[in-house]
Nanobody, 118 residues
Framework: HVQLVESGGGSVQPGESLRLTCTFSETRYCMGWFRQLPGKDREGVAVMDSLGRTKYADSVNGRFTISKGNKKTILLLEMHNLKPEDTGVYYC????????????????WGQGTQVTVS
């Protein structure tokens, strides 16, 4: 059973930066970050496949960067120029099959980490 653990959330002021880390117990073909903003459905933020190809939501493109850490089992999300509308719970997820896109059915999820921008 694949386990994911997120860390790095916190409270920052607008314009500041945060880095989220997700540690997978096993690497997955497709790994991504999602978020649930207050009162809204969970949405995709960024995904990366095993070849390093990435896709971003329009709302974060140019401000957020998804990458692998020094191990293939570590997924990072660098968030810059944070805005109050980025406030929410951020989740990492992984999927082994199918296309790597935010709309895919990800099979394993982390517990979430809170990001507050105010």
């Amino acid at each position: 059973h694949v386990q994911l653990v997120e860390s790095g959330g916190g409270s920052v002021q607008p314009g500041e930066s945060l880095r989220l880390t997700c540690t997978f117990s096993e690497t997955r073909y497709c790994m991504g970050w999602f978020r649930q903003l207050p009162g809204k459905d969970r949405e995709g933020v960024a995904v990366m496949d095993s070849l390093g190809r990435t896709k971003y939501a329009d709302s974060v493109n140019g401000r957020f960067t998804i990458s692998k850490g020094n191990k293939k089992t570590i997924l990072l999300l660098e968030m810059h120029n944070l805005k109050p509308e980025d406030t929410g719970v951020y989740y990492c997820a992984g999927e082994q099959y199918g296309g790597c896109r935010a709309s895919a059915a990800f099979g394993v999820w982390g517990q979430g980490t809170q990001v507050t921008v105010s």
